[in-house]
Structure formats: structure tokens, C-alpha cells
């Protein structure tokens, strides 16, 4: 079982930049693609980026791309999100998830973390 943790959620300035990490325990990351979701208010959870075990690739949604950047370090069983030039429309709780690697279903989540961006 994997208990995963968000840190580094906050309020902030449009413009401004926020560090997420995600940090697993019970088992560590290395057999498991991790993503961060989102969820804005009255709209659906949506995936926002992803990385794959080695961190040699990964996905990220059109509206973050260029912005955001996703790293891992697998000895530390962390995952960070780098969000820069935040919008007002990236507010939503954030949540990360991990699928063991050749499964498509997401099996385990963090409880999400606050972001908060002013205009």
C-alpha cells in the first residue's frame, strides 16, 4: 500500500510561482507513474502532468505546459510540481495519484492541497 502526502499548496499573486511535492510512504515510488489532478470548483477532477518511473517521460495538459514542470526523485520517493506564472485559473486543489506502471487506473491519492491564485 502507498500513502501518499501533498505539500506546498498556498496563496498566491497571479505571476507567481508555487512548488508542490508528493511524497509516498509504505512503498516507495520507483514501480509507479505518478500524476498530479486538479479540481477547480464545479468543475471535474482533471489530470494535469504526468511521469513515468524514470522520470525520462512525461505528459502535461495544454494548459499548463511551459509553466509547469513535473520531476521526481525516486530515493527520496518524492514528486514535485513546479508551477510557474500562475494564472488565476490554475486555483483548484491539486492532488497527486500513482498506477503502478502497465496499469491504467490511478489506485492511490493524497488527500490535495489548496492553491489559491489572485488576479
Known amino acids: 500500500q502507498v500513502q501518499l502526502v501533498e505539500f506546498g499548496g498556498g496563496s498566491v499573486q497571479a505571476g507567481d510561482s508555487l512548488r508542490l511535492s508528493c511524497t509516498a510512504s509504505?512503498?516507495?515510488?520507483?514501480?509507479?507513474?505518478v500524476a498530479w489532478f486538479r479540481q477547480a470548483p464545479g468543475k471535474e477532477r482533471a489530470l494535469v502532468v504526468n511521469?513515468?518511473?524514470?522520470?525520462?517521460?512525461?505528459y502535461y495538459a495544454d494548459s499548463v505546459k511551459g509553466r509547469f514542470t513535473i520531476s521526481r526523485d525516486n530515493a527520496k520517493s518524492t514528486v514535485y510540481l513546479q508551477m510557474n506564472s500562475l494564472k488565476y485559473e490554475d486555483t483548484a486543489i491539486y492532488y497527486c495519484?500513482?498506477?503502478?506502471?502497465?496499469?491504467?487506473?490511478?489506485?492511490?491519492w493524497g488527500q490535495g492541497t489548496q492553491v489559491t491564485v489572485s488576479s
Open positions: 511521469i513515468n518511473r524514470s522520470g525520462t517521460s512525461t
Open positions: 495519484a500513482a498506477r503502478i506502471i502497465g496499469t491504467d487506473k490511478y489506485e492511490y
Open positions: 509504505g512503498r516507495t515510488l520507483d514501480f509507479y507513474t
